[in-house]
């Protein structure tokens, strides 16, 4: 019998007087947005925690710091609009205590109605608050297999090691769960030094906010919008390895991969020119490639959009193609990795607990979510429903007309062909109240924030 089967056997036969008389423990894999959110609430609720983090003896293929939660693609936790599903998530998750909203919040960088942050400032205050607290022991040492003997003595464990689990680790999850890997590819946008820019042709302006200094512009006329097109077919991309599909998430596609769909499709997506006009020449630009701020100092830009898996060499010959680019320098070329999740509706219970392994549950991204945000919303919940059940007490799920509950339903929802997915306004029950196009986002946000004061008052949730 294996150290976890035999926690799971004692916590099985446990009684409400054993569980108030004995330590609770609980072991947490991995330091990132999930991970650090469930330690940080299960220490908050009187619950001693063991965060395990394998940086900086080893890094993932894209992370480079040591510090945790560190953002390996974009700055932006997207939408801070409260009508938009993400932006409800991030309010239904401030209400909930979230640290990494508490900590988005104080290290935020201008991104008009996005809440952007500087990467390394939030990736500090997390770490600083993880350190901090009295009742989580911060392990600087890998994880490998479920069956680690430092995992020992723990109630439960949880896996949040991210889309990037490390292949010992997932290879073990993989047999436990008993099916193959699930994955998809991200990508990574470039970062150009400011001082780099050519700023005779680029120009400030959010779209439909010209005033706003949020986003650097790149103006392009049609001729230089093709020449950009046809350059991104032809350059080299880095291959899938052998034993490995190339499968993209949607909302997430590599910018050659959009201009692979058709002459247009970047021109109506992330270089769409509307609500921005070129001061130079006072109209609308054929296409805008658009550059946001990475910190508060603005001395470092992504290339919104601009995820790609060109060869390093060819993402600076074609990407200086930009107007504005000509002379760029590249802090951080865009690369691809792999991310691993597994089916939730068949892997994992409503509690996200795998069912093949009782004791161990999962939280982040490896559960199907996709996005930071969603991640950490992940992370917050199972931290919220450990530490009641650990303690006793059942807080049932959030219902699925507020952004948490529908964010939760996907991930217990059977479907033939399982995929990761943001939370948005689509996992949602329909709207049984009429209206026009226009007001529905606003009809949802508002029934979702109705639905969620009516659980919180009949939920008992710890808060301290």
């Given amino acids: 019998m294996s150290n976890l089967d035999a926690a799971n056997q004692m916590s099985a036969s446990m009684t409400e007087r054993d569980l108030e008389n004995r330590p609770r423990t609980v072991a947490v894999i991995g330091g990132g947005l999930a991970g650090c959110e469930c330690a940080w609430r299960l220490a908050r609720s009187g619950i001693a925690v063991r965060l395990f983090e394998m940086k900086p003896g080893r890094f993932s293929p894209a992370h480079s710091s040591p510090s945790l939660a560190e953002l390996v693609c974009s700055n932006s936790l997207r939408s801070d609009e409260p009508e938009s599903a993400v932006g409800l998530l991030k309010l239904e998750m401030t209400d909930l205590e979230s640290l990494v909203m508490a900590a988005a919040r104080a290290t935020r960088v201008p991104a008009g109605k996005a809440l952007a942050v500087d990467r390394e400032l939030f990736a500090q205050w ?3 608050c993880i350190r901090d607290e009295s009742l989580i022991t911060l392990v600087r040492e890998e994880i490998r297999t479920l069956d680690d003997p430092k995992l020992r003595k723990t109630d439960v464990v949880v896996v949040a090691a991210g889309p990037l689990t490390g292949e010992e680790l997932a290879d073990d999850l993989c047999r436990k769960v008993g099916t193959d890997h699930l994955y998809f590819y991200d990508a990574i946008a470039p970062i150009v030094n400011a001082d780099s820019i050519d700023m005779n042709v680029a120009f400030w302006g959010s779209r439909y906010n010209p005033e706003e200094h949020d986003y650097l512009n790149c103006p392009m006329d049609e001729q230089t919008y093709r020449q950009l097109h046809a350059e991104l077919l032809a350059a080299r991309k880095v291959p899938a390895r ?3 599909k190339a499968l993209h998430f949607e909302a997430c596609l590599p910018i050659e991969t959009l201009a692979e769909r058709g002459e247009m499709t970047m021109a109506f997506g992330p270089l769409k020119p509307v609500g921005l006009v070129d001061p130079r020449t006072g109209t609308q630009p054929f296409a805008v490639v658009q550059l946001r701020a990475e910190n508060r100092d603005k001395n470092a830009f992504n290339l919104v959009g601009f995820q790609t898996k060109l060869a390093y060499p060819e993402q600076e010959r074609v990407f200086r193609l930009i107007p504005g680019l000509e002379q ?9 990795h792999r991310n691993t999740y597994v089916d939730a509706p068949a892997a ?6 795998l069912r093949t392994q009782p004791g161990v549950f999962l939280a982040g991204q490896i559960t199907g ?8 919303a992940c992370g917050l919940w199972l931290g919220h429903a450990l530490a009641a059940r650990l303690q006793g007490r059942h807080l049932p799920p959030p219902p699925p007309e507020t952004a ?3 964010l939760l339903l ?5 479907a033939k062909n399982f995929q990761p997915s943001n939370v948005n306004f689509g996992l949602m029950p329909e709207l049984k109240a009429r209206g026009k196009k226009a007001q529905r986002k606003a009809l949802r946000a508002q029934r979702a924030r109705e639905e969620w004061v009516k659980w919180k008052k009949r939920a008992t949730i710890d808060q301290s």
């Fill in 369 to 376: 979510v996709e996005g930071y945000v969603e991640s950490a």
């Fill in 242 to 244: 052998d034993f490995e």
């Fill in 348 to 353: 994992l219970t409503p509690d996200l607990e």
């Fill in 404 to 406: 948490l509950g529908a």
């Fill in 410 to 414: 996907h991930l217990r929802t059977p």
């Fill in 328 to 336: 760029a320098e590249f802090l951080r070329l865009g690369s691809m």
């Fill in 126 to 128: 997390i770490t600083r």
